[in-house]
């Protein structure tokens, strides 16, 4: 991707990013997913907090924290793109956040939102004053919308819903008759769309892809997995078992002082955990490519069935995933 005059916008409600791992997790995902921008909703992070934010990739963080606890909105910006911010408005319910500024030549607002379930009305008549007074920009609004727009296609079953601000909806656009769903409901057992991307019409022809990712992190499930780093990998440990003795064989240490001969074998078996370290990476993200192709068809089929098996390999294939970011998380 041409960083220049292509950008990757993702939107992702994450129930929380005050754990340390779980925040490393997620902005490695961000990272290898080659996101420019970031539209996350309820962070649950004090504004002091939401700075943790700030990672290697990330430039900027714009947040509207709300209680700290609960809600919370943020819009991560890459440090490759030119962005120039010229004002911000948020709200102290952290419901929303409206970054207004220049993107390389063109005047854009960026609205992350996490609507509420009551009084949604008011919601959004509130948000569409703030948007109407910031005049002659691009608008992308993107987040949790926690309602439906095309009440045929984005739920499996019927529910009335609310109109979207005059926007596009750039994913519906680019996919009139489809049915992918961002939301799953254990308790009421139906999928939806209540994620979108709402974009001026000026962009609409700019626009390259729109799509929908995998639901990998759970927000329902409540453990955590020990992560396994290389001093617990088996393969690792007779891998170094096998170079101090190939090493020992090779070098005698008659010709030289045991410092000097103690660190070359370091330095050796440095390399060779690098390589190793390596390998292990590209396996590993080889893999990880199978199982989001995997869990992405896995949930289309369990969108139209109600099937226990079908479930069964999702949460098996979730936790595949989460455990191998959560060891690229250790990595970095």
């Known amino acids: 991707m041409d960083r220049q005059t292509d950008f990757k916008i993702a939107s992702w409600n994450f129930k929380g990013l005050n754990n340390g791992i779980k925040r490393k997790k997620i902005l490695t995902y961000l990272k290898l ?32 924290p709300g209680t700290g606890k609960s809600r919370g909105v943020s819009v991560l910006i890459h440090k490759a793109v030119s962005f120039t911010e010229t004002k911000v408005i948020t709200d102290k319910e952290g419901r929303f956040i409206l970054v207004y500024g220049q993107l390389l030549d063109t005047p854009i607002i960026s609205c992350n939102i996490y609507a509420p379930n009551a009084d949604i009305l008011a919601f959004f008549h509130n948000l569409s004053q703030y948007l109407l007074e910031l005049e002659g920009a691009q608008i992308v609004v993107g987040g949790d919308f926690n309602q439906i727009l095309d009440q045929d296609l984005d739920r499996s079953l019927p529910r009335r819903g609310t109109e979207n601000l005059g926007l596009n909806d750039i994913w519906r656009t680019m996919h009139p008759e489809g049915r992918e769903y ?59 078992r096998d170079e101090i003795q190939f090493y020992k ?40 490519i199978t199982l989001e192709a ?20 999702i949460v098996k294939v979730k936790y595949k995933l989460n455990v191998l970011y959560n060891r690229k998380a250790i990595e970095l």
């Not at 939401?50 to 963080?61: E, I, M, N, P």
């Not at 896995?298 to 069935?305: C, D, G, I, N, Q």
């Open 249 to 288: 064989q090779t070098n005698n240490r008659e010709d030289t002082t045991l410092a000097t001969w103690w660190d070359a074998m370091k330095a050796y078996l440095r390399g060779r955990t690098i390589s190793y370290a390596s390998f292990k990476k590209k396996a590993a993200n080889k893999n990880i």
């Open 182 to 240: 961002s939301f799953y409901s254990p308790p009421h057992n139906v999928y939806t769309r209540i994620d979108y991307f709402l974009i001026s019409e000026a962009l609409v022809n700019n626009s390259i892809d729109s799509s929908i990712g995998n639901i990998v992190f759970s927000d329902h499930v409540r453990r955590w997995h020990l992560n396994v780093s290389l001093i617990k990998d088996s393969g690792f440990i007779k891998l170094i």
């Open 33 to 64: 997913s080659r996101v420019d921008i970031a539209f996350i909703q309820e962070m649950h992070m004090c504004k002091s907090e939401a700075l943790k934010l700030k990672c290697s990739w990330v430039g900027k963080v714009f947040s509207s």
């Open 294 to 313: 995997k869990l992405k068809a896995l949930e289309a089929v369990r969108s139209h069935t109600e099937d226990g098996v079908t479930l069964n390999k």
